[in-house]
């Protein structure tokens, strides 16, 4: 639904438990657009990290992980 004007309220109209989520691909492109080009391999490995993770608690772990080694030079990338 990324970018599709008037797409997520039309869906969640007809289906109302729906929740609209942005592409992951799309995710770490966005992300990697304020990373550094020498650190872009590692920002991307260590958020892949996160999309693959197998349940939820991994996933928050590895997001943890990510905040910890990133924030200080790329702060909006772990709150997005």
Known sequence: ????TGF???IETVFS????QLCLVHLVH?????????DRRAVAAD????YRAAT???AEAALM???AQWDARYPTISKS
Do not use: C, G, H, W
């Open 1 to 4: 639904m990324d970018r599709l």
């Open 8 to 10: 997520p309220e039309a």
């Open 17 to 20: 438990q729906t929740r609209a």
């Open 30 to 38: 966005n992300a990697l657009s304020y990373v550094s080009y020498k």
């Open 47 to 50: 958020l892949k990290a996160i």
């Open 56 to 58: 939820a608690t991994d």
């Open 65 to 67: 992980n990510f905040a």
